[in-house]
């Protein structure tokens, strides 16, 4: 997994309960999952804009990963819900 691109952000919304992340897709089929500690996939959508807004609704206080495939470049970003 690709982690060298110092332009990728994450951020956690607790009050509008949102994960916001900055990725510009370099192609048009980017995904992004997000997963739990086990890798089971609880969350999934495409990255077809700069910054996407994933709703965190039905994700309990824990650690989960952001997982961002696009084309041949991959990323993994742990993140918590407190």
């Not at 910054?51 to 206080?61: A, H, Q, R, Y």
């Amino acid at each position: 997994m690709n982690t060298s691109d110092h332009n990728f952000q994450l951020r956690i919304d607790q009050i509008e309960r949102l994960l916001k992340f900055t990725y510009a897709p370099g192609t048009g089929d980017a995904l992004f999952d997000i997963c739990d500690n086990s890798g089971r996939i609880l969350k999934t959508g495409t990255v077809n804009s700069p910054e996407t807004c994933v709703g965190l609704s039905g994700l309990g206080n824990d650690e989960y990963y952001l997982m961002v495939l696009d084309g041949e470049v991959g990323r993994v970003e742990p993140f918590r819900i407190s």
